[in-house]
């Protein structure tokens, strides 16, 4: 069976190659050039379609399909036996400290911060310094930016339809992955009336953070769920690589970065509260309202 795209440029294929035929006679009739100049025309129009339908495809694929119909006005929905979490801006919005947090300590270290908040979220804060200013990659700098989090709470507050969310959630069927500390993490639901899940993967329990998928396979196994089975909610690029990665489906909230940014994401979402969920037998089924 050919794929959408395969009979797409098959389809252009073949449209070329007759508007190319057809050019190359009328060419050569009223112009009164050769064939084989007329031909070589009429290829290169054959050419600069199959080119053109090419990008379309290649644009057209880089966008988050439509898999809960977010931006339609009929709902659609997905089944999924377990929900894993990123924490930072999909259950807590902590944006304002942790971008309160980088400002100050690039200020000590006089480097860009906007440098910095670009690929800060969604990362451990190890790897942020060593893909952002590595010179600076030292266990030191991290206890300086952990330490300083874990004293800063102003301005945290719960994103949009987490509470109720979770309240629906059996506690053996949700996870949180979060690039922050365990102590931070605890923190932060703490501090905002969420509750601490029993599986929270962490960035110390995984030898390698987001892009990369370790964090999510670790909790869809301790959930006891293949990861295909797993929806993931992310709101940063690496986080959105690593479900995908770790081979779950994968919804973005646009609470800290744009659309744009998301690429990869089945489905785009302003926040939870557009979210339904409802149980089945065996598994759930999630709906946007």
Same mark, same amino acid.
């Given at each position: ?72 006005? &009929? /709902?659609?929905?997905? +089944?999924?036996? =377990? ?6 801006? #999909? *259950? %807590?919005? $902590?944006?304002? !400290? ?84 365990? &102590? /931070?993490?605890?923190? +932060?639901?703490? =501090? ?6 029993? #599986? *929270? %993967?962490? $960035?110390?329990? !995984? ?83």
């Amino acid at each position: 069976m050919l794929s959408r795209a395969s009979v797409t440029l098959l389809g252009a294929a073949v449209l070329a190659g007759i508007s190319g035929a057809l050019f190359t006679g009328l060419v050569a009739q009223v112009v009164g050039v050769s064939i084989p100049l007329a031909a070589t025309v009429g290829g290169a129009l054959m050419a600069l379609i199959v080119a053109l339908v090419i990008v379309r495809e290649r644009r057209r694929a880089a966008q988050p399909a439509n898999l809960l119909a977010v931006h339609s006005g &009929a /709902l659609s929905s997905v +089944r999924c036996k =377990a929900f894993l979490f990123d924490l930072d801006g #999909v *259950l %807590v919005d $902590s944006r304002a !400290v942790v971008e309160r947090t980088w400002r100050r300590w690039a200020q000590r270290h006089d480097v860009d911060p906007d440098a910095l908040l670009r690929i800060a979220h969604g990362r451990r804060t190890m790897d942020t310094l060593q893909v952002a200013v590595p010179h600076l990659a030292r266990d030191e700098e991290v206890a300086w930016l952990d330490t300083t989090e874990l004293q800063d709470v102003e301005g945290l507050r719960v994103v949009p339809g987490a509470e109720q969310l979770l309240s629906v959630l059996p506690p053996d069927r949700w996870a949180v992955v979060t690039s922050c500390t365990r &102590a /931070l993490a605890r923190l +932060r639901l703490l =501090a905002v009336g969420l509750p601490v899940p029993s #599986v *929270l %993967v962490v $960035s110390e329990e !995984v030898r390698h953070g987001k892009p990369a998928p370790d964090g999510y396979r670790l909790a869809a196994d301790r959930l006891g769920y293949d990861p295909a089975a797993c929806l993931v909610f992310e709101d940063a690029p690496a986080g959105v690589i690593a479900g995908r990665t770790a081979g779950a489906r994968v919804v973005a909230l646009t609470t800290t970065h744009s659309a744009g940014d998301l690429i990869g994401a089945e489905a785009l979402i302003s926040d939870l509260s557009t979210l339904h969920v409802r149980v089945g037998h065996d598994d759930f089924i999630v709906t946007v309202q």
